[in-house]
């Protein structure tokens, strides 16, 4: 008699990226797009399956992380797990009333661009580009 065994995984287990994120502070985040930094902003909560699914099929992503090491893009993350109201008027004022708001700054694009809820590899990376190179 053969037995198989099958192992679930769930995507969505809490294993920390191995990248530190900055905490979410508006003055910051202006201090870094004024300092020509490329910054890449993840509103998130732990309740959230699109987040939880965006930050395990890219944001976590090894090959993502090490783009972003080489790149120099800082991540700054918001925790919108308990409402927090800063959030909530900071995603307001780019039109947004929940989560996931993943917003990409550079010197070429001050204001940010807004990325779809469902993130992918090459959906950064395009943004980061065009945030570097002031494409809109």
Known sequence: MTFFFLFIVSPFENKESSFEWIEFDKMTLNNLIQDNQTVLLDFTADWCVTCQLNKKTT???????????????????????????????????????????????GPGNKKGIILPEILTKQIVINSINKVRNNEN
Do not use: A, C, H
């Open 59 to 105: 944001l976590e992503n090894k090959s993502l992380q090490i783009y972003f090491k080489k790149e120099n893009v800082l991540l700054m993350r918001g925790d919108w797990t308990r409402r927090d109201e800063k959030i909530l008027n900071f995603i307001k004022s780019y039109d947004r009333l929940g989560i996931p708001v993943n917003i990409i700054y």
